[in-house]
């Protein structure tokens, strides 16, 4: 349980809606980091249970992709003598198998991959240029994990003016309550956090519009 604090309590008068809305037009999916270190057996940083959310991300992607939505895969590209393996464990070396995304998301064609070096998707990187070349002005991030890298990515958002929405049930962090303080704090101070069928809800209503 997470515990609530005064500081963070302290809100806009402008109350939070319950529901949340988007454009698909000018949204685009982030996923970062489901790559085979992470989630593969003889990755070098598997998370346990991590293939929970194989099934989440094919139904997301396929639906986002239905409605001709810009899908990004933010992945951690290493050199072997990269200064973040003074702290963490080697992982994620380029032209590595696991520096791949998994076999059990499908990537296409029209997706775009960025390489990363650090934690945030934005920092150093292209990701920003090429969603403002898209009109992109709101961002789905998912993925791993939810205390490091995507929450460093969704901060990065923030701070770039982005509205953010972290669906619960497509992000994974190192432990239970890491999980729980992180989207606590990403509720209450960088976004939005929803969940699968909310934004399932969301776009099946704007294909129905569509159509």
Known sequence: MVTQNSFSEKQSSKTKLNTIDFDASTT???????LKDFFTDGGAMVLDGGDILYEPHRELLAAARNMGMAVFWLNQDLPPDDSLFETRAVH???GTWGAEIVDEIPVEETDIVISKRRYSGFFQTTLDL?????GIDTVIVTGVVTNICVRSTVHDAFFLSYKVL??????????TQAQE?????IETHYGD??????LMTVLDNRQSIKS
């Open 193 to 198: 956090v929803t969940s699968l069928s909310e």
């Open 28 to 34: 685009a999916v982030l996923v970062v980091d489901m």
């Open 92 to 94: 994620c070396l380029s």
């Open 181 to 185: 303080v992180t989207l606590y704090d």
């Open 130 to 134: 090429n969603l403002r070349e898209r």
């Open 166 to 175: 972290v669906p619960v049930d497509l992000v994974m962090a190192t432990s």
